[in-house]
């Protein structure tokens, strides 16, 4: 096992109902910004409910964080929370409103241009706003890390910090939230937690067996409950379930003390910002393209995976990982997610596009050994047309 | 699932080396108390190194903290604590020093008798002095959790209390320092581990994949390195995995949103305070007769056991559940902790001894569903002679 820290402040507040809660989880006397997306949580009654819970507080609001969330609108909010002295923020949404929360309540406090905070990885932040989560939608874990991640829209650059300031306070995770979602995006955030497990996971043996076999518990029950996820919307058991694996796929625990890989996610971050496919999307483009051309670096764990996760245990070595990569497209495909660049009307061309961007981001050397070059790329790309 | 909250804000620092650290997770101001037990860090290095990392603090010590530790002990240090303006407290071992550590943290800063924290359960606590640990015995998951199990010596009285203000601030684990550690502490340690998960896993289905395989996760590690780290002491990495393992066994993951059961630890505790046999050694005792006499409540969790953790897949669904309790009481004595009471030198009379102290606890009506009264209690008391 490698060295680690491990430190996760969140409280978690989980079940039918527990928006509630929220009466005494916001302080008091907080001047209370709630922060939300595109008004979907108008729609399924979640708005009225928190607003209800928050009556006795002082509760502005700021609406239309987007699905990649800009620092453009975000700093919008920065302008709001300055000029209105608000000094707790709540995040009512997904991953993408959670994320723009999380810088704002860095933004509105940053000594300096809040660029900075992603030119530098949110290392100089030495403050933040105190802020909580109600997720709507499992997916991107935000609502337990301190990470987020914002697109810069005039250049096409999506950009990640982290920084402990950031963790939420709390998050309210109720599951029944999550019946009214489109189809797509129950889908979106399976995969999504399903790639975090997997580039912490597959990449070479550590001699962690607490983590790996963690990993493989949440990869187990996204391929249990996804389907299930689409087939019967309104299952509470079914939606808790995936709700918090998708929580756990990235709350740091499962990557504590082992080698992660994250190219998947770099080169589909380059996806989204080009051609603006959803970020899952990406994910099942890129993934079994990258296991397929980096088979030889984590043969070993292919295999674990192949057994333990997929059951596979006839066949010789390659075979065996073939059909792992196989079995996961058809997870993926399943789950109504398309694994091909061409899926999405894109042309070849498409791969030099991303490569470029690769190259001017600097990506240029990947993965968990750091030797995923544009070549590789290059490769990955080709094998995800 | 169940509902529920989750709560955890112990920074966990792991590695070798990384007791350096101290340096700065200890507050650089404080006036420091270093808390221990028997004198075993000082043969081991462990006290040196410590003492040299806080060469630049104000440090004060306190030592002769017991295996099971006594109120009355604990009390001498919180006496030293207020004498000396104790701002720190820095607890170096096991779970015993640790846990006299919580108590010493909350009883120092507490209105009134400190002994109310355990006829309240901890709940009237509202401050307490912030503590750190470093970790030298994997075992009872105190480092991680905020919990402390404290004896009253004169009426032989096993209590408990649980508070979030005393977390630790930090755990360093540096699986280095276990090496010294005689064969019965880790065997002991692993045991305590093992049944940790069981209480928290053995009980009904509650739809709760991802905690069920997070527990046959931990499960299943402790069976692997368990038996590897009584024949390898100084293997680095399975010492690291017995103790994150054991840390993760009781940080309150795996029992959010499950029922949980601890009459096996409510039956050891009554024959550690009457009789002093090591805390994992009544619950080898206890388990294996806890799970036979209960399988009817708790068949088809036991199936599940049976299954996923030690592979069981053939034969009667009874067969297969005496044969996981066998496995079960095999891994106990291939570890060198003797199961039934008899190998104690108990005589028989310690049935009716601990039946009326059960008694006299109130202790009637224990079990995830609160139906192990004083007759279930002497089944499995005369199945564990």
């Known amino acids: 096992m490698l060295q680690f820290e491990f430190y ?34 108008k729609k399924n009654g979640t708005y009225t409910e928190v607003m209800d819970v928050l009556k006795n507080h002082s509760v502005a609001e700021f609406s239309g964080i987007e699905a990649n969330p800009t620092y453009e609108t975000m700093m919008k909010a920065v302008a709001q929370i300055k000029a209105e002295k608000i000094d707790f923020l709540l995040a009512v949404g997904g991953g993408s409103v959670i994320d723009g929360t999380k810088f704002a309540a860095a933004a509105a406090v940053y000594e300096g241009d809040p660029w900075e905070i992603f030119t530098t990885g949110g290392q100089y932040i030495k403050a933040a706003l105190p802020l909580g989560a109600v997720l709507t939608l499992p997916a991107t874990g935000s609502e337990m890390n301190n990470g987020s991640v ?9 950009l990640p910090f982290m920084n402990r300031h950031v963790f939420p306070q709390f998050a309210v995770l109720d599951p029944t939230k999550t019946y009214s979602l489109p189809a797509r995006q129950i889908a979106n955030g399976a995969v ?48 808790s379930n995936l709700m918090w694996a998708a929580t756990m796929a990235l709350n740091g625990l499962i990557g504590a003390g082992v080698p992660q890989d994250w190219a998947t996610h770099l080169l589909g971050h380059e996806l989204t910002a080009l051609y603006n496919i959803d970020h899952a999307q990406t994910l099942a483009i890129i993934l079994p393209s990258m296991l397929n051309v980096r088979r030889a670096a984590k043969r070993e764990k292919l295999l674990q995976y192949a057994d333990r996760v997929w059951g596979i245990k006839e066949g010789s070595e390659d075979a065996r990982i073939d059909a792992a990569i196989a079995k996961t497209r058809d997870f993926f495909e399943a789950m109504g997610v398309k694994t091909r660049m061409r899926d999405y009307g894109l042309e070849v061309s498409a791969i030099n596009a991303v490569l ?10 990947l993965g968990e050994r750091g030797d995923v070059d544009l070549a590789i790329s290059k490769l990955v790309l080709e094998g995800s047309y």
């Open 150 to 158: 914002i697109t810069r829209s005039e250049t096409k650059t999506k």
């Open 192 to 239: 999504d937690a399903f790639v975090h497990v997997v580039e912490q996971y597959l990449t070479y043996p550590a001699n962690a067996p607490v983590q790996d076999r963690f990993a493989e518990s949440l990869l187990q029950t996204l391929i249990e409950v996804g389907p299930q996820a689409l087939a019967t919307p309104h299952d509470y058991t079914v939606r």
């Open 356 to 365: 470029e961007q690769l190259k001017a981001h600097g990506m240029v050397a």
């Open 8 to 41: 996760n402040p969140v409280q978690i507040v989980f079940g039918e109902g527990q928006i509630a809660k929220l009466a005494t989880l916001v302080p008091e006397k907080a001047r209370v910004l709630v922060l939300y997306g595109g008004g979907s949580i």
